[in-house]
């Protein structure tokens, strides 16, 4: 299979852990006979420092000639006093909204080996954690309307949250079609006790629900639900919602798994070209140390096989080999436990590869 992947490494751990996805790819590639054209390209807070914006036009032209986009962060407190314009988030959300990934696909899955590296009480993690968080990705608040303004001697600042019935209806199609492959219920959070958008989304979701009578349907608010998912995890199965509570949540749900540097992500739209992500940042406090966890990032690449290029059994593969791995005591620091093996950022890359290689087909 040929196939052109744009790479973006963007800033912080950004190019060390995408350096640890791409030996991973390129050992896939020589297993299986595969051809990849890796394309580097530009954005984020380094495309600030050499273009002055975060998403030069090239950058965004080469993602949309590429059939799929890896990603790995943005963003850093170097660039916090830039005109919010040319932020390198800017980029990220321009890339989602540009392709038309309103799908974002978050998993919350706990590895049996890591059950101790959870920060729940033993007897929660027992009951299982595995749930897929799916986060509408470029519509509400993110997007609206923002404006700071002077109003009587003063600033003002607005950012406007909006859906129409078409954002939440495709959206709700994903998370049901999503529960289907799945165990079959969908816990739709909103905060409709308050907001008008969640009324909206409320409303929609369960007309969309109607179509899928096999799926059960239950709505939480945001407030609990983010006190749900330490109290009781197992009772999800995919958690539907949109964007800002999506992000917020996403990020509580991969830490009780351990951490949030183990948690991939696929960013998906109507086309086959999606966008693959670790859920976590560029990890400022940690860059250039070589410490960072690329298990996240790895996952990321190994669902881009899959979603992107129907790879299922090599997608498999690096996951079986993530597993195999962590069985074999390895960690990186954000994991590590007594009595197990810590390695580097670059020796957890070499090891996954290793894995794979002396796994039978
Ligand atoms: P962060 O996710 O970068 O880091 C939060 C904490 O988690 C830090 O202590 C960090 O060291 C740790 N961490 C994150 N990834 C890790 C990994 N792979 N291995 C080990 N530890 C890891 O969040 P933040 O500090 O709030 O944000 C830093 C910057 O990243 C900000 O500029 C933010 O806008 C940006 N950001 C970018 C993305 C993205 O590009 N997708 C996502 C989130 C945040
Ligand atoms: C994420 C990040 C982004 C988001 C930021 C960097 C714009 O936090 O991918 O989770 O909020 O979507
Ligand atoms: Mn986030």
């Given at each position: 299979?040929?196939?052109?992947?744009?790479?973006?490494?963007?800033?912080?751990?950004?190019?060390?852990?995408?350096?640890?996805?791409?030996?991973?790819?390129?050992?896939?590639?020589?297993?299986?006979?595969?051809?990849?054209?890796?394309?580097?390209?530009?954005?984020?807070?380094?495309?600030?420092?050499?273009?002055?914006?975060?998403?030069?036009?090239?950058?965004?032209e080469?993602?949309?000639?590429?059939?799929?986009?890896?990603?790995?962060?943005?963003?850093?407190?170097?660039?916090?006093?830039?005109?919010?314009?040319?932020r390198?988030?800017?980029?990220?959300?321009?890339?989602?909204?540009?392709?038309?990934?309103?799908?974002n696909?978050?998993p919350?899955?706990?590895?049996?080996?890591?059950?101790?590296?959870?920060?729940l009480?033993?007897?929660?993690?027992?009951?299982?954690?595995?749930?897929?968080?799916?986060r509408?990705?470029?519509?509400?608040?993110?997007?609206?309307?923002?404006?700071?303004?002077?109003?009587?001697?003063?600033?003002?600042?607005?950012?406007?949250?909006?859906?129409?019935?078409?954002?939440i209806r495709?959206?709700?199609?994903?998370?049901?079609?999503?529960?289907?492959?799945?165990?079959?219920?969908?816990?739709?959070?909103?905060?409709?006790?308050?907001?008008?958008?969640?009324?909206?989304?409320?409303?929609?979701?369960h007309?969309v629900?109607?179509?899928?009578?096999?799926?059960?349907?239950?709505?939480?608010?945001?407030?609990?639900?983010?006190?749900?998912?330490?109290?009781?995890?197992?009772?999800?199965?995919?958690?539907?919602?949109?964007?800002?509570?999506?992000?917020?949540?996403?990020d509580?749900?991969?830490?009780?798994?351990g951490?949030?540097?183990?948690?991939?992500?696929?960013?998906?739209?109507?086309?086959?070209r999606?966008?693959?992500?670790?859920?976590?940042?560029s990890?400022?406090?940690?860059?250039?140390?070589?410490?960072?966890?690329?298990?996240?990032?790895?996952?990321?690449?190994?669902?881009?096989?899959?979603?992107?290029?129907?790879?299922?059994?090599?997608?498999?593969?690096?996951?079986?080999?993530?597993?195999?791995?962590?069985?074999?005591?390895?960690?990186?620091?954000?994991?590590?436990?007594?009595?197990?093996?810590q390695?580097?950022?670059?020796?957890?890359?070499?090891?996954?590869?290793?894995?794979?290689?002396?796994?039978?087909?």
């Amino acid at each position: 299979m040929e196939k052109r992947i744009a790479l973006i490494e963007g800033d912080g751990i950004g190019p060390e852990i995408l350096a640890e996805a791409v030996k991973v790819l390129r050992c896939i590639e020589e297993r299986y006979g595969h051809h990849f054209t890796y394309v580097p390209v530009c954005a984020g807070g380094c495309a600030i420092d050499r273009y002055g914006t975060s998403l030069p036009k090239e950058s965004l032209e080469a993602c949309l000639d590429s059939d799929s986009v890896l990603l790995a962060a943005v963003g850093g407190p170097k660039w916090d006093g830039v005109d919010p314009s040319i932020r390198p988030e800017k980029a990220l959300l321009a890339i989602r909204k540009e392709l038309g990934l309103y799908a974002n696909l978050r998993p919350a899955r706990i590895f049996s080996q890591l059950k101790h590296a959870s920060p729940l009480k033993e007897s929660i993690v027992e009951k299982g954690i595995d749930f897929m968080v799916v986060r509408e990705l470029i519509g509400g608040v993110y997007f609206g309307e923002k404006k700071t303004e002077t109003v009587e001697g003063e600033l003002r600042a607005s950012d406007q949250m909006a859906y129409s019935e078409h954002e939440i209806r495709r959206i709700a199609h994903t998370a049901f079609q999503t529960a289907r492959k799945r165990n079959g219920r969908v816990i739709s959070v909103d905060k409709a006790n308050v907001l008008d958008t969640s009324r909206l989304w409320r409303k929609v979701v369960h007309e969309v629900a109607q179509e899928y009578p096999d799926v059960s349907c239950t709505d939480m608010l945001v407030d609990n639900a983010a006190m749900q998912i330490v109290k009781d995890p197992s009772q999800f199965d995919v958690l539907v919602t949109e964007n800002m509570f999506g992000d917020i949540l996403s990020d509580e749900a991969s830490m009780i798994t351990g951490s949030i540097g183990l948690i991939p992500s696929a960013s998906l739209g109507e086309s086959r070209r999606g966008m693959y992500e670790p859920i976590h940042g560029s990890a400022p406090d940690i860059a250039g140390k070589n410490i960072a966890n690329p298990i996240g990032m790895i996952l990321s690449a190994g669902l881009m096989l899959k979603y992107a290029f129907d790879l299922d059994e090599e997608q498999k593969r690096i996951e079986d080999a993530v597993e195999q791995v962590l069985s074999d005591g390895y960690r990186c620091a954000d994991i590590m436990e007594e009595g197990k093996t810590q390695l580097s950022c670059s020796e957890m890359g070499d090891q996954i590869v290793k894995t794979i290689r002396t796994m039978s087909r």
